[in-house]
């Protein structure tokens, strides 16, 4: 089975920083885009920062332009999310995304909870 494990969400106080990995298992998503979104119950999933197979291209959303990065290690089938700068919207449950496959399938973990405290 595909499995994606997220983990290094946590409590801090506004402008702190966190560290969110991504460790993918079952699969090989070295030459796939991978991603980061996420989620505040009663709001959308929404995307926050994207990567290409080969960690040449980035892409986020406004609200993490400046203040997140993405980055991989394909050798460890793993991606990160660097979080500055934290407000407390910036809270909710962060995902991560691999696409795979012939059919380019989408694949999530279980999310890691990020709590920013004002």
């Known amino acids: 089975q595909v499995q994606l494990v997220e983990s290094g969400g946590g409590l801090v106080q506004a402008g702190g920083s966190l560290r969110l990995s991504c460790v993918a298992s079952g699969r090989d998503f070295s030459g796939s885009d991978m991603g980061w979104y996420r989620q505040t119950p009663g709001r959308a999933r929404e995307f926050v920062a994207s990567?290409?197979?080969?960690?040449?291209?980035?892409h986020y959303a406004d609200s993490a332009e400046g203040r997140f990065i993405i980055t991989r290690e394909n050798a460890k089938n793993t991606i990160y999310l660097q979080v500055n700068s934290l407000d407390p919207d910036d809270s909710a449950i962060y995902y991560c995304k691999g696409t795979s496959g012939t059919y380019l399938n989408d694949y999530w973990g279980q999310g890691t909870q990020v709590t920013v405290s004002s």
């Open positions: 990567i290409s197979g080969s960690g040449s291209i980035t």
